[in-house]
């Protein structure tokens, strides 16, 4: 089992930069793949990015490629997702969530385990 707590969420205003942080417990959690995803309202979840557990591959959906990292550290059990360059269609809840295979291969890999979500709003 794994739980995932999100934070640094918040209120930025447009061209900010915000980073929001998954701490993980559970002490086999340098195995998973870790992904992000965004809900906004009205509208469904959305993968964001993804991180696989020991290579380190990094997946992003198109419209955050170039503006947002994803990045691990396993000995802290954390994961962050470092936003630049915000836009108000970033405004969203975001997600984190954890895939056992460890691969996290994007939108369609496994993730069994998700966290509570932290709110991110991006004014103009």
């Known amino acids: 089992q794994v739980q995932l707590v999100e934070s640094g969420g918040g209120l930025v205003q447009a061209g900010g930069s915000l980073r929001l942080s998954c701490a993980a417990s559970?002490?086999?959690?340098?195995?998973?793949?870790v992904g992000w995803f965004r809900q906004a309202p009205g509208k469904e979840r959305e993968f964001v990015a993804s991180?696989?557990?020991?290579?380190?591959?990094?997946y992003y959906t198109d419209s955050v490629k170039g503006r947002f990292t994803i990045s691990i550290n396993n000995a802290k059990n954390m994961v962050y997702l470092q936003m630049n360059s915000l836009k108000p269609e970033d405004t969203a809840v975001y997600y984190c969530?954890?895939?056992?295979?460890?691969?996290?291969?994007?939108?369609?890999?496994?993730?069994?385990?998700w966290g509570q979500g932290t709110q991110v709003t991006v004014s103009s």
């Open positions: 969530a954890a895939d056992p295979t460890g691969w996290a291969r994007g939108a369609r890999a496994p993730y069994d385990y």
């Open positions: 559970g002490r086999t959690f340098s195995a998973y793949g």
């Open positions: 991180i696989s557990a020991t290579a380190g591959k990094t």
